[in-house]
């Protein structure tokens, strides 16, 4: 079965196709959801995945009516989330695990556990409120929920808006929430105004994924890539998503007179984290970017594999998922492009190293 991609989505609607939505389910005032993952079924009593994982000695405890007892589980697990195409753009489902084919620094590795489900996911919308966006807010705020209507009911939400300063658009007391009021709030609390901290929002909202316990983490950015008003670096920022379990897909918007785009960054933070980068000709067409990203996100397979490490392999591991079907012709997977293993020193599943792996 093929489905549209987000950027097929927001070309067919400006030839007029229509676009099927999904109904928004409200929640609870500043709910805390917990996400679990309908996934291995073997370790379903000690282990939940995120979209890239690496952990070990995690141990799981329950008490029965016939005395207390333990199960623990050591195991190291790299957990990616995929998105398949076909050689027109089309999503590909129906794939089965003996279809993918992952490498780790060119070495092929066994496929230990494999999922196709839509499973809810944390998800930041980073909003830029610089003063070149003025003319388009409207329409940002509008693909913003589309997104969200797009999205899977249980997902968590959160809002980071930027402009020289960076805001939470939710209020203090509420860390993610499902419900579409408070999102439309929080996107239109800030004025837009001021200079650019592109970078520093990309952090904060990295930083603040790390509170949610859904396994899977998204970021969506709504900008122009320019940035002259950060306390961190690009570079420290890239870094930083190389090191996290997040997903960032961009949508770049831009005005042809303002000197500060720039594409190339939108670009790099999608292909280092998995995710994918649009520019749309008009602010309009962000509304069906927004529901394609929505439906990537649902239909992604999630594949583990234990890797084989050495004492010296320390460092960004290089990874690279393929995947082969003969209806379907060639195949395109997109995917995180590594991760971080910490040294023999530090023990792992002690720091963030592109995992977040909880009981």
């Not at 439309?184 to 970078?199: H, N, Q, V, W």
Request: neutral net charge.
């Amino acid at each position: 079965m093929m489905r549209r991609t987000a950027s097929e989505s927001y070309k067919e609607r400006e030839i007029g196709l229509s676009i099927p939505g999904q109904g928004w389910t409200g929640g609870r005032f500043g709910v805390r959801l917990q996400c679990p993952l309908p996934f291995l079924l073997a370790l379903a009593a000690s282990i939940s995945f995120s979209s890239m994982a690496l952990s070990q000695n995690s141990s799981y405890s329950q008490e029965k009516s016939s005395g207390n007892f333990t199960v623990r589980v050591a195991t190291n697990l790299v957990i990616l989330s995929a998105t398949v195409l076909d050689r027109h753009n089309a999503l590909v489902s129906g794939l089965a695990k003996d279809n993918f084919q992952i490498y780790e620094n060119h070495v092929l590795q066994q496929i230990k556990d494999f999922s196709h489900e839509d499973v809810p996911v944390a998800v930041g919308l980073i909003i830029d409120n610089s003063g070149s966006m003025k003319p388009k807010r409207a329409d940002v705020i509008a693909a913003a929920l589309s997104f969200a209507q797009s999205s899977n009911p249980l997902d968590q939400m959160f809002v980071v808006n930027f402009n020289e300063q960076v805001t939470y658009g939710l209020p203090p007391e509420i860390s993610f929430t499902d419900r579409r009021d408070q999102l439309r709030f929080a996107l239109s609390a800030i004025k837009t105004t001021g200079e650019t901290a592109l970078y520093d929002a990309i952090a904060t909202a990295l930083d603040h994924l790390k509170q949610s316990k859904c396994d899977k983490k998204i970021l969506i950015v709504i900008s122009d890539g320019g940035d002259n008003a950060s306390k961190h670096g690009l570079a420290q920022v890239i870094e930083m998503a190389r090191h996290s379990t997040a997903i960032i897909y961009a949508i770049g918007i831009f005005d042809e007179q303002d000197g500060d785009q720039n594409p190339g960054v939108l670009k790099r933070f999608a292909k280092e984290t998995g995710g994918e980068a649009f520019f749309p000709a008009s602010p309009k067409e962000m509304s069906s970017i927004c529901e394609g990203i929505a439906r990537d996100i649902r239909n992604q397979y999630t594949l583990a594999y234990v890797p084989i490490i050495s004492k010296q392999d320390a460092g960004y591991r290089v990874v690279d998922v393929q995947a082969s079907e003969r209806a379907h012709g060639r195949l395109t997977v997109r995917t995180r492009a590594g991760y971080f293993l910490p040294s023999s020193s530090q023990p792992l599943g002690t720091r963030d190293i592109g995992h977040d792996f909880h009981n």
